[in-house]
Every structure is written in C-alpha cells, then in structure tokens.
C-alpha cells in the first residue's frame, strides 16, 4: 500500500508523532491524529469511496470541505458521515454504502447503461400504470432508495444548547473575516468569530496569493495572532452558524452544542464556492475542484496526483498548478478556458504565464476538457481530451488527449449565499460580466470579502476593515465617515463553462446524477422556472443543497428559455445551511423556571416538584418519614380532600385582567360563550378557539365591575393567549386595556367538605353562606387581613374557593390556612392529585385532552357555544366543522382496578385500524376502578360500548365506554 505523503510544512492539520489505524470496508489503514477519513485514504492510494445515488458510478473527494456528496461513508453508528469532514480515530471503521457486491466491483453500476430509460422525471410518469403496478414496483424501489443504514440500537449523547450575547459577530474566518473581527474589537466592540474549519484563516490555509508563495502564510501568522490573543475577541471554530433569523438571531452548532447567538450588528465574511466545469466525464475519481487539491496538500500533506492537468477560468487555476509543480506534482498542462485577448486584460497574467513557461508546463488558451477518460484503476481518470472551444459550450472536432492522474477544474466562484438570502438579501448575476451581486440586506446585516465580489487579497483585507468600521458606527462606538470602497471586479468567472457531450455523462449535479441533457430536457416538458425545474429534476435537493449545481442550472435554463441568468435567477435557499442533527434541536436546553410564593413552604413540607410549563410545581408530597409510593401518596390526597379539605397552589394559572368600556365586547369576540349580560359578582366559564375551530385554551371569566374582567388561562398557554388579544385588539382598537396579572398575584384552592369551616376563620367581610357566596359567584375581600379575589370553583369536584392575593402574601396565606384548617386536619395536595381529581368529574385539561386537530364538538363542549352572537373567532370554521359528521370523539372509559393500565398516548382500536389515543388515565381508589379519556370514533363513543386499547407489551383490554363525570354526576358536592 503506497503513500502519497508530502513532507512538512505541507500538513498543517495533522500530527505526524501520533499514528492511527483505521479500516476502510475491511482493508486497514494508516493515517494520522488530524486527518480527515478522506484525507487518510487518499494519502494511501485509495480515492474510491462511495457510488453515487442514481447509476453508482464511482466516485471520490471533490470539494475536500465536505460541501458534496461524493464522500459519504458509513460509521457503526451514523450513516451518510462525510469522509473529508470527519476526523479520523483510532481503530475507526468505516465501510462505504450504496453498492451491490463490494464498493470496487459494484454490481449496481450496470444501471448507468440503462440511463436513457431513466430520464429526468421518469418516476412521476411511471409504475403507476396499469392500476396497482406501485405496490410491484414499491417494494424494488424502497431497497434500491436510501443511503446508509440506520443504527436502530443507537444511544444519542449528551446535546445542549447555550446563549451568547456580542456587539459584532463575524461569520466566516478568512482573510475578510480576521480584518473584520480585529477593527471592531480594536474600536471597542465585543466580537464573536465563527469559522466552520478547524483552523482559523480560510483560503490562508491553502490558497497561494503570490507567484512566490509566500504572501498567504505570513499573512495568516499576524491576522490569527492578532484575533486569539485580543480580549475582546470570541473565538467559536469548528463551529456552523446555520441560519438567519430576524433581528440577527444566529443558530450556531459547535460539537454536541446549539448556541443561540443575538447580535447587534453581523458581518457574513462565508467567502465563496469554486464551482466546476461541466464536460463528459467530469465526476471520475481524480477529477477535483483547484482548491480540493491544494487542501489536500496544505492541511492533509497529500501529493493528490503524479501527473495534472489544470482546468481554469481565471489566474488562481495557475498559482494552483504553481502549487502542484511546488509539491512534486507533474503538472503537464494549464487549460484556460479563456481566449488570449481575455487572459491578456488580467493585470497579472503576463507573470504567471511567465512562471508557467519557467517551469516547463504547457498552457493551452481558449480550450478547455471535453472529456475525462477513466482508466481501471478504482475508475480514476487517466487522461483528459483538450479541444479549442469554438463557441459558447462548442469545441473543435479533434484535439489532444493528455495522460493525467489528477485533473483539477474552477470554472470561477460563487458566493456563499444561503444565509444572506435567507435575510431577504436579492441574489443577481451580471451575464455581461459574469459576476454575482448580493443586494436589499436588511439593516445591521453585513458582507465582506469574496462573498461580496472581492477576489484580490488586499481588496479583501481593506473591505472588510472598511465594513467593520461601518459596524461599529451604527453602535456608536466610533463617529461615522465617508469611504471609498475598493473598486469592483471581473474575470474571475468564465461566463459558460458547460461543454454537453453527445454521449451525456456530463454531470451539472453529481448528488443525484443529473446531467446537462436533464435539465434541458426539464425545460422542454415546460418547467421554465428554475424553481420548478428544480423540483422536477431534483437538482440541487441532494446533500450539496445546489452549491455547485445551483449556477450551471440558472445557466442551462436561462439559454434554453432565451432568457439571461439574472432573469432565471438561481433556486431559494433555505436553513438549515448544513444538514443539522435532531439531537441538536432536542438537546437539553437552556430553560429558566419560575417558582411562586410558596416554594419554599412546599419543599419544608415535603413536595416532589415538576415542571409546569416554566414554573416548578409541587406533584405531590412526600414527608421524610414516608415510604409510600407516589400512587399511594396520591391517593391519600384525593381521599383527603374528597372527605376533609385540602389546600393546593394554583399561582401558576394564568391571570389577565381586562378593563374599560369596551373590555366585555373584547371577551365576546375572542370567547365562544357570551359575557357581555354576565352580571357582576359571577363568574363564567371560558372557551377559546383559533381561526380554524380548534380549541386552544380555557378558564374562568369573573366579572368584578362593569368594566373589569379577570380571566384565568392554562399556565401554559397563559403568554400564548395574552399574546393573542394583544393581537386582536390591535385590528379592532376597542377601548380596553389588558394586563398579564400571573406574577403580580398568587393564588390558593382550598377544597373539600370542610373548606367554608377553614375560611371563615379567616374572612369576616364576606357572606359565605351557601345563599351569599354560591358556587360560580365572585366576591372581592380579606382572607387572613389580605386583599383578596375569591371564586367559587369546582374543577376538583368538592366545595372549592380560589383565593388570589398580590405575589408578596401568597406565603402569608398559605402559613394562615394551614394554621387555621389544623383541626379540621387540612393538608395541602399537589398537581398529579389535583389531575386525578379533575378526572374523576371529567373535566379535560387542555393541550392534554385536546391537540392542535380538537374542535369543541369532539369534546362535548357545544354547551359553552353562544349560538346567538353574529362573530367570535373560529366561529364560522365551528359551524363548518359542525356540520360534518364528527369523525371522533374524546369519551370517558372505566376499567376494572386489577387491570392492566393504559398509559397516555395508548392506542385506541377498531378492528385492525387506529381509532384514537388515551389522553389520561389514573387508578381512582374513589371509585375503585381506573378510569380515563380517550379519543374514539364516532361509533364506538356509546356508553356502554367497548373500545380496544393496547397497552405496554402489546396487551389488549376491553375498556367500557361510560358517561362522564366518574363522581358526582348531580354536582351536588361542589355546589352545596
């Protein structure tokens, strides 16, 4: 096994003192600590490593920045891994995928030679005839579909996620982006740098900016220096900023951690993408973009080749040969596609041609690759055909054929785009010039560098001081001045570099195989807009996202329309920017909780907390001394409360109070009931949909005062729907005025036989008698010398009050009930018990019982629809849905107490179809029996009938369908 190693400086990512073996589909290997997996293969000889989607061809590095598809590999444990990305471990195994057989001798392949019977679009045209021909042809298709194999086994790691706050970020670390970091930190600024690479520098790296090569190395040295050693200066590499959001919003994926990252002024330094040539042949391994070459050299110390042929629509393909020549590398040719009047308007080019000729190596003006002939060496190219072109994608009949190992093409560069335009920023493409422009930025976003036109290095460089000021003038840092931006360019992109061939294989995708005649052909089934192409031809919908086909598309479609690449423009972007794991959405994030007033008296008393939205709530309480189970524990609140009292903490429930002249008109047109004849000193229940029907929250409407409402919300949804009439009263400008009251007050539930006994003792201004404070009355008081709002409530099914006093006495309160129910023998009780309370009297909790599909008929709620207002909001989507036959129901089910118990989100059956889900379910000891909601169809919602429910292992039980409530049916108890 030969090696193709460079010696040092080459290599400047890997560590040559700290080997690593590796296999590759059961070969080892040698590489070293810093290399990539595609790194270490290649400097072992081994380009072939993946087959491509759609004819397997054989295919190896192209852009060596992880920015194709040719490079997926299978770990253990992830497939679609991208080799070149990736660094290497010890003992590490990697196989390739998307093969029959073995990846060298891939019996797959044979599809290529049935690529005329496979043209653009040709699944949406067939296996659908005759009738039930897909369920033949599904099958074939779903082996063949897919990359890689899924680890079903596998155990996600540790994700998280993090908040970072700057003045400056800086996106993108190159030449630009070092400049930029460093003026704004130098006026004051607190900058963060992201840099997608492991080292900082970009093109510094790998590029040569100079004839002598030296420019870029020493350049690098002051810039990184500089940055890393400035205070002000945030420094996040290997880090992906992944999208743009409004206001500067940055999701950054560094490792196993998302930042979230809020910046008052981003500057985009991304640089750009070195786009290919399109000619036969053109995705042979061998065949690799200039700068895949010169990564391989600088980062990896990889000789890429023996002999090279140089492919170029600018200068840098010529310090790109300089680069190989310098390494080693044969370089036998220089093909610019440029003719030798254009080549001659470039400042430069008289020096290079010169150091070219110094070195011995040809170069052929106004030619370009026809086609890369593969040899069979792992299908590696061996040689290129150069023709003289002879008009715009037109060569000559004949030509020369060149032997060549490496063939490196740049067709010119394309911006890195996505995040810009993801901002609203306008893509557009000068056709006469061949250069691309990035306008309508929204303000306080920023380009810099190659991303904004500049190719020159000291263009580069003075751009992106010249931006960073501006930034820091727009923050105040520095007094805003007058510049002069550097002048503009041209010549770095040849205006078309597409040479179809008569026999195809001319490659404008290599992610899915799409060739030139493709996407002509898209255009001629009628597809004019590049847009539609796209989803026609799936071009650019591959891993790549269109960073290389995105340009050669808008151009094959522009000259098959008649139409110019800036009328066509190039397809939407959109984020993700890089494909972004779900651990990193799911990961454990960064959630600030929020405790009441009695926080502090629940845990002395025992409580085991839980989350309730953003608050900690007590689930239930565990004394020191007890050993019992957390049913067990349950059970002996509800009991309590059921035949004493109990107290529980209810100031997590949302609080709005709605006042002024307008305030009962507001609640009428948000809630289904009616409230503007509610009398003052009762209260109401509250229902409210969206737009489409579906219920969104509920609560409690009390009416204090002609003009003053105060109205409970879920505590989840409390901010949702304060947001929500903010909203709507901004359309309808009622007189009213609307205040989110939930921290400002804490509240109580005291419930149970002996609740009017406790609070008597605490309240003397108010009549509590059965006759004086029914149930669904409100009254304002004192409890315990607080001022205080009380409700009469039965949520729990028991004789109820809601007492809500400011934040600052709710531990006051809680301190006086407890103290005045001792004899009664009041202990306080917790959310899981107040749940299976609840549930005993079948009342639903919303966002538990309901889902983002629940109208108020599936839930039995048309008794709190006003039928006779002329507008609430979802009211004509209710009457719609309404007048359809419902197609399920959410019922009450009982099952015997020894039975196995459904869990939350069980199946419902109906014969082998899906009729539903369990919402809730508890053991009740009140009714010795377990009892619960689950959503059924219409026809098995019957009390009486019997619904199939699978449960853990498998398991089904007959659960009897019975009406609702569980306990109480008269109400009789919370009413007395």
């Known amino acids: 096994m030969s090696s193709t190693r460079l010696p040092a400086p080459m290599g400047i990512l890997i560590d040559r003192n700290r080997p690593l073996s590796f296999s590759f589909d059961g070969q080892t290997y040698q590489g070293f600590a810093g290399d990539s997996i595609a790194s270490a293969l290649l400097a072992s000889d081994r380009w072939l490593l993946s087959r491509s989607f759609k004819y397997h061809r054989p295919r190896a590095p192209l852009t060596m920045a992880g920015q194709d598809a040719n490079t997926l590999v299978q770990l253990p444990d992830e497939p679609n891994v991208l080799a070149d990305l990736q660094e290497l471990q010890a003992d590490m195994q990697v196989s390739g995928q998307n093969y029959a057989g073995s990846l060298d001798k891939d019996r797959d392949a044979l599809l290529g030679k049935f690529s005329k019977f496979m043209p653009v679009g040709f699944y949406y045209r067939s296996f659908y005839k005759p009738k039930g021909a897909w369920k033949l042809w599904e099958p074939l298709i779903r082996k063949k579909a897919g990359l890689g194999v899924l680890d079903l086994g596998f155990k996600p790691g540790y994700y998280d996620k993090a908040y970072l706050f700057a003045d400056v970020v800086v996106i993108g670390a190159g030449p630009a982006g070092l400049q930029a970091a460093l003026t704004a930190a130098n006026n004051g600024a607190r900058v963060i740098l992201v840099e997608q690479e492991r080292l900082l520098g970009g093109s510094l790296n790998w590029a040569r900016f100079d004839i002598a090569g030296e420019r870029a190395a020493s350049l690098r040295s002051a810039l990184v220096e500089a940055v890393e050693q400035h205070p002000d200066i945030q420094v996040l590499t290997e880090a992906t900023c992944n999208a743009w959001f409004t206001d500067n919003y940055l999701p950054v994926i560094q490792g196993k951690r998302m930042y979230k990252v809020r910046a008052r002024e981003c500057i985009v330094a991304a640089g750009t993408f070195d786009q290919p040539v399109i000619f036969r042949n ?9 700068s895949a070459a010169q990564r391989m050299m600088k980062l990896y110390g990889v000789k890429p080749g023996q002999q090279a042929v140089v492919l170029t629509g600018n200068a840098d393909g010529y310090l790109a040969a300089l680069d190989l020549h310098q390494q080693g590398v044969r370089v036998m040719a220089v093909v610019d596609m440029r003719s030798e009047a254009d080549a001659a308007q470039d400042s430069g080019f008289a020096a290079l041609a010169a150091a070219l000729q110094q070195r011995q190596i040809a170069l052929h003006q106004g030619s370009t690759v026809y086609e890369a002939i593969a040899g069979k060496d792992q299908g ?14 037109q060569v000559a009949g004949s030509g020369q054929r060149i032997a060549c190992d490496l063939l490196c093409m740049s067709a010119g560069y394309m911006p890195v785009y996505q995040l ?17 422009t990035i306008s309508g930025l929204p303000a306080h976003l920023h380009i810099s560098g190659s991303v904004k036109g500049y190719q020159q290095l000291d263009k580069v460089l003075e751009d992106g001081q010249q931006v960073a000021y501006a930034s820091c003038a727009a923050l105040h840092l520095v ?13 770095y992109n040849f205006p078309w570099p597409i040479f179809p061939h008569p026999d195809g294989k001319d490659f404008v995708d290599f992610d899915e195989d799409l060739q030139v005649r493709d996407i002509v052909n898209a255009t001629r089934h009628g597809y004019r807009d590049v847009q539609l192409v796209k989803r026609f031809s799936t071009v650019g919908m591959g891993p790549s996202q269109g960073r290389h086909s995105a340009l050669p598309t808008a151009r094959l479609v522009a000259a098959s329309t008649q139409r110019s690449v800036s009328e066509t423009g190039v397809t939407t972007a959109r984020p993700p920017f890089v494909a972004e794991k779900l651990a990193h959405v799911a990961g454990r994030a960064f959630d600030p909780y929020r405790q009441t007033a009695m926080h502090r008296l629940h845990q002395q008393a025992g409580a085991r907390m839980m989350p309730a939205g953003i608050w900690q709530r007590p689930a239930y309480y565990a004394p020191a001394s007890s050993t019992a189970s957390r049913d067990q524990l349950m059970q002996e609140e509800a009991r309590h409360v059921r035949e004493k009292v109990g107290l529980i903490d209810v100031s997590t429930l949302g609080g709005l109070d709605v006042r002024g002249p307008d305030a009962a008109e507001l609640l009428e047109r948000l809630y289904t009931f009616n409230f503007a004849k509610q009398p003052v000193g009762r209260s109401r229940y509250a229902l409210m949909t969206n737009e489409q029907g579906v ?13 003053h409402f105060y109205v409970t919300a879920t505590t989840s949804g409390v901010d949702r729907i304060y947001q929500q009439m903010l909203k709507w009263n901004a359309q309808w400008r009622l007189d009213v005025d609307i205040t989110n009251v939930t921290a400002a007050l804490a509240a109580v539930n005291l419930a149970g036989p ?8 605490l309240c003397d201004d108010i009549d509590l008698s059965p006759e004086g404070f029914p149930y669904l009355a409100v009254r304002s008081g004192t409890v315990a010398g607080v001022p205080a709002r009380l409700l009469r409530v039965g949520f729990v099914g028991e004789l109820g009050y809601e007492i809500h006093v400011p934040a600052r006495y709710g531990a006051h309160l809680w301190q006086a009930l407890m103290a005045a129910g001792a004899d009664e023998g009041i202990r306080p009780f917790g959310v899981e018990t107040q749940r299976l309370l609840r549930l005993e009297k079948g009342h639903v909790i919303i966002s538990q019982d309901t889902d983002g599909m629940t109208h108020p008929a599936e839930i039995d709620m048309g008794w709190a629809i006003s039928r006779k207002k002329p507008f609430f909001v979802g009211k004509r989507s209710i009457d719609i849905l309404e007048a359809q036959p419902l197609k399920r129901k959410l019922v009450g089910f009982r099952l015997p107490s020894g039975s196995a118990k459904p869990l939350e989100g069980h199946l419902v059956l109906e014969g082998d179809d899906i009729s539903g ?30 619904i199939p429910i699978r449960v853990e292992g498998g398991q089904i039980v007959q659960a009897e369908v019975v009406s609702l409530p569980f306990y109480d049916p008269s109400n009789l108890r919370q009413e007395q």
């Open 282 to 290: 053109n995705d042979l391994p061998g065949v690799v973009l200039t």
């Open 479 to 491: 007094a805003p001045t007058e510049q002069q931006p550097p002048a503009s360019e041209s010549g």
């Open 917 to 946: 889900n369990v919402t809730s379910c508890e053991y009740s000891a009140t009714v010795d029996a377990i009892i619960g909601l689950a959503y059924a169809s219409v026809r098995q919602s019957e009390p009486g009938s019997q």
């Open 420 to 436: 810009l335009c993801q901002a609203g920023g306008k893509l557009s493409y000068d056709d006469a010039q061949a250069v691309f």
């Open 754 to 761: 002996y609740a009017r006994r406790v609070l008597s003792k």
């Open 695 to 707: 219920v969104i929250d509920d609560g409690v409407c009390a009416r204090f005062a002609d003009n």
């Open 380 to 393: 590696r190219v061996v040689a290129a055909d150069i023709r003289r072109i002879s008009g715009k994608g």
